[in-house]
């Protein structure tokens, strides 16, 4: 009895300190169950290299990784679909369009240094583009607080566009046609500049900055040792000469700088440079990650974006509830009628066993998704089978007219290799859906593993203890309260 009670104590314990853990750690929710988006990208063949690899695959992987967490996603998952695909998950995510566009820019940056000979051209291109920005910041600006769009000389628009071979589609607004004209400049501006002798390579770090005059933020850089020796190279050779230094990112200008002649004998020193584009606060943090997290490998594609509603995870949730509350109910009722008293005790050492189990997720931490409750379920119904194997036992042994406690300890242990055998197979299943699995079915494999763990020790210590400390009560030991009367043979007592 004394052996009894410390288990008792032992498990009684156990339960307090999984209620306490449930209570500080809540469950985490996978994208299924609470909302959110997800991104299938394609990475594209490019240059060289026709088809892709997993090499290949995993570097990609490891620059979108980067831009993910400086966009400071929490919780996203990204994993390897196939050869040539990657799948986001972005819980609590219902706008996946910004994550898209951050994700699938190659962001080559390049310094470059303007040619000799295109001071006229750079100076018409750079007034247009000057002026376009102007307008176009104002257009969105006041399109943002409601108010009218400010006025704009259509026939001016319209031969800039035209000189520049712009091609608007039919009912494009004026934003649209201004978006067009401003990134056919920025295009235009490029071939001006000699070929890059710095790049984004040679960056450490980049940030952003407010601007001290003006609402607009800038973004800044710092480049390694050999980046600050190029780039006052490179500024030394333009300084004072009327030469632009132009900032280049995927093959658009989007910063033009002047170099001083006090900047002639050495060039600009200490290896800091900032891009001075004007961009609102949304734009230099897209740009910063982006620099931070590198230059893609090979160019992605953005082939499915699917987004899963707030409301629709909550369903998943409460139907999920139900249906596995439903099934414990009628579980508990079969188990009660057929087993009379085993039949309460394991009902009670399976809510232990769920109790169990939940902290374990929260513990671990386990992120529930629908195929995890499945899994979850699924236990549950194993841990019943256990039970169901030792009290068959125990009939036997009562029907064999053995005494009720020798039929009880019989019924344990003639089980038991039954139980271990089915519950090691199953694991083994788990282990080989968890190692060559992917995404979900981990998370069925992880949970339904857990669970025939958990069941191995509620059927054998949870269940074996409480039926033994109601046998220490007289009124409870019958042989009746464990099978019809019927059955009994006459010397059972």
């Given at each position: 009895m004394a052996r009894q009670?410390?288990?008792?104590?032992?498990?009684?314990?156990?339960?307090?300190?999984?209620?306490?853990?449930?209570?500080?750690?809540?469950?985490q929710l996978g994208l299924d169950l609470r909302g959110g988006s997800q991104l299938t990208l394609q990475v594209l063949p490019a240059g060289a290299i026709k088809q892709v690899k997993g090499e290949q695959l995993e570097a990609v992987k490891d620059v979108l990784d980067r831009r993910i967490n400086g966009l400071g996603v929490a919780e996203s998952t990204l994993?390897?679909?196939?050869?040539?695909?990657?799948?986001?998950?972005?819980?609590?995510?219902?706008?996946?369009s910004r994550v898209a566009k951050v994700l699938g820019k190659p962001a080559l940056l390049e310094f470059r240094a303007q040619k000799a000979g295109t001071e006229e051209e750079m100076t018409g291109l750079l007034k247009l583009k000057r002026q376009a920005e102007a307008v176009l910041n104002q257009s969105r600006a006041q399109q943002t607080v409601g108010d009218q769009q400010?006025?704009?000389?259509?026939?001016?628009?319209?031969?800039?566009?035209?000189?520049?071979?712009?091609?608007?589609?039919?009912?494009?607004?004026?934003?649209?046609?201004?978006?067009?004209?401003?990134?056919?400049?920025?295009q235009r501006i490029v071939p001006l500049y000699e070929p890059a002798e710095l790049t984004g390579k040679d960056l450490t770090s980049a940030g952003r900055q407010q601007q001290q005059t003006g609402s607009g933020w800038d973004v800044t850089l710092a480049f390694n040792t050999d980046g600050g020796r190029k780039f006052a190279e490179l500024t030394q050779g333009i300084a004072g000469t009327g030469r632009l230094l132009g900032i280049v990112l995927d093959g658009r200008s989007i910063s033009e700088a002047?170099?001083?002649?006090?900047?002639?004998?050495?060039?600009?020193?200490?290896?800091?440079?900032?891009?001075?584009?004007?961009?609102s606060a949304e734009e230099a943090r897209d740009l910063e990650v982006q620099l931070r997290g590198g230059s893609l490998p090979l160019p992605v594609k953005v082939i499915e974006q699917r987004t899963i509603g707030a409301t629709l995870g909550a369903e998943n949730v409460q139907r999920s509830l139900s249906a596995g509350l439903f099934g414990l109910a009628l579980v508990a009722v079969f188990m009660v009628v057929m087993y009379r008293l085993p039949g309460f005790v394991a009902v009670v050492?399976?809510?232990?066993?769920a109790l169990f189990n939940l902290a374990l997720y929260a513990l671990i931490p386990?992120?529930?998704?629908?195929?995890?409750?499945?899994?979850?379920?699924?236990?549950?119904?194993?841990?019943?089978?256990?039970n169901v194997?030792?009290?068959?036992?125990?009939?036997?042994?009562?029907?064999?007219?053995?005494?009720?406690?020798?039929?009880?300890?019989?019924?344990?242990?003639?089980?038991?290799?039954?139980?271990?055998d089915g519950h090691v197979t199953g694991l083994i299943s788990c282990a080989a859906l968890f190692a060559l699995g992917t995404g979900?079915?981990?998370?069925?494999?992880?949970?339904?593993?857990?669970?025939?763990?958990?069941?191995?020790?509620?059927?054998?210590?949870?269940?074996?203890?409480?039926?033994?400390?109601?046998m220490g009560y007289s009124g409870l030991r019958r042989p009746t309260f464990f099978l019809p009367s019927a059955q009994l043979p006459g010397s059972a007592s």
């Open positions: 009670q410390g288990w008792f104590a032992l498990i009684l314990a156990l339960a307090i300190a999984a209620g306490a853990v449930l209570v500080n750690s809540p469950l994993q390897s679909v196939g050869d040539d695909q990657l799948v986001l998950q972005l819980p609590n995510e219902q706008d996946p400010p006025e704009f000389k259509t026939e001016e628009l319209a031969k800039a566009l035209d000189q520049l071979g712009v091609k608007v589609p039919p009912g494009s607004s004026e934003i649209q046609q201004l978006e067009q004209l401003l990134d056919e400049v920025k002047s170099v001083g002649p006090e900047f002639k004998p050495a060039g600009i020193t200490g290896g800091a440079a900032s891009i001075t584009g004007n961009f050492a399976l809510a232990l066993y386990v992120t529930l998704t629908l195929p995890g409750i499945a899994g979850f379920i699924l236990s549950i119904g194993i841990a019943v089978d256990a194997l030792i009290f068959e036992r125990v009939k036997e042994e009562l029907r064999r007219g053995n005494t009720l406690i020798r039929s009880i300890d019989a019924g344990f242990s003639l089980a038991f290799s039954s139980i271990l979900l079915v981990k998370g069925f494999a992880l949970t339904l593993g857990i669970g025939l763990v958990l069941s191995l020790f509620t059927a054998l210590s949870c269940t074996r203890t409480l039926l033994r400390l109601l």
